[in-house]
């Protein structure tokens, strides 16, 4: 499955603050099936939406 991600958060943020889990549900409270995943290799929290298949017109 491909993904578009909506924004990048570092990990390290403040105790108690959850700014990627805030933006995700700010944006599912708007229709967006936003959800967040963890890229371990740059250690930043994303906010995620699947991207949507298209037809292809070859087929």
Same mark, same amino acid.
């Given at each position: 499955? @491909?993904?578009?991600?909506? #924004?990048?958060? $570092? *990990?390290?943020g403040p105790r108690g603050s959850?700014?990627?889990?805030?933006?995700? @549900?700010?944006?599912?409270? #708007?229709?967006? $099936? *936003?959800?967040?995943v963890m890229d371990l290799d740059?250690?930043?929290?994303?906010?995620?939406?699947?991207?949507?298949?298209?037809?292809?017109?070859?087929?």
């Amino acid at each position: 499955m @491909r993904r578009t991600v909506l #924004e990048r958060f $570092p *990990a390290g943020g403040p105790r108690g603050s959850w700014p990627a889990e805030e933006f995700a @549900r700010a944006r599912r409270d #708007e229709g967006t $099936p *936003a959800e967040v995943v963890m890229d371990l290799d740059s250690d930043v929290f994303l906010v995620v939406v699947p991207q949507q298949q298209t037809a292809d017109p070859a087929s």
